[in-house]
């Protein structure tokens, strides 16, 4: 079975660019997360779909992100423009369903470079 | 707020030592605890997990024991190999509301000489 498919694997842009990471999570999966990781910190949420709907995005700076999951199956993160402190690795993830006791499934990760 | 602390590191063993990585966890109700492992070059992936008070998660002869009384829930292996290095996060999900949401320590790096 397949995992979590993330790309690209590494992204390195100037300040003020755009950027977009796609991310195919588990076939079945209903509920998708993205997560953002700081070096030499752990992941923090960043939004969280069951099935196309956003049900918490509460952590997500709406500013400059945004995301969709159009038909409940991969999802688009996007930053627009980026900033230097964007610079860290981007995590999706996938589990069966929202249950908080539901294993989740991390794909490589995206880590970006803002310069 | 919700949140888990874990010890600093990284850990250095030597090959068959004893390991223990300290967790400790502040949340309103009562949360589900994981242990993810991150290997070098791999994403994320569940070592073990406990759903409820005094529940043992084991995996690969890792154990963790929930302890609700001292709100920990340590990582444990009896003797380690070159092949566990790699970074512990220790996590909480809260079970309201089929929140799902993953908190996460900030990670643990061990590292196993031969």
């Known amino acids: 079975e397949a995992g979590v498919v993330q790309s690209p694997r590494y992204k390195i842009i100037e300040k003020k660019q755009p950027v977009a990471f796609w991310c195919n999570p588990i076939?079945?999966?209903?509920?998708l997360y993205w997560y953002l990781q700081n070096l030499g910190q752990g992941p923090e949420l960043l939004i969280r779909?069951?099935?196309?709907?956003?049900?918490?995005d509460s952590q997500l700076p709406k500013d400059r992100f945004s995301a969709e999951r159009l038909k409940g199956v991969d999802s688009t993160l996007k930053i627009q423009p980026a900033e230097l402190g964007d610079s860290a690795v981007y995590l999706c993830a996938s589990s069966p369903t929202g249950l908080a006791d539901n294993e989740q499934f991390f794909g490589p990760g995206t880590r970006l470079t803002v310069l | 707020g919700n949140s888990v602390t874990q010890m600093e590191g990284p850990v250095t063993l030597s090959e068959e030592a004893f390991l223990t990585i300290n967790c400790t966890y502040t949340?309103?109700?009562?949360?589900?605890l994981f242990w993810y492992v991150q290997y070098p070059g791999e994403g994320l992936q569940l070592l073990l997990k406990?759903?409820?008070?005094?529940d043992k998660g084991s995996n690969k002869g890792f154990e963790a024991t929930y302890r609700k009384e001292t709100t920990s829930f340590h990582l444990e292996k009896g003797s380690v190999q070159v092949s566990d290095s790699a970074v512990y996060f220790c996590a909480l999900s809260l079970g309201s509301s089929n929140t799902g949401k993953l908190i996460f320590g900030q990670g643990t790096t061990l590292q196993v000489k031969p």
């Open positions: 949340a309103t109700g009562y949360p589900s």
């Open positions: 779909y069951e099935n196309e709907e956003a049900v918490d």
């Open positions: 406990a759903t409820k008070a005094d």
């Open positions: 076939s079945g999966h209903n509920t």
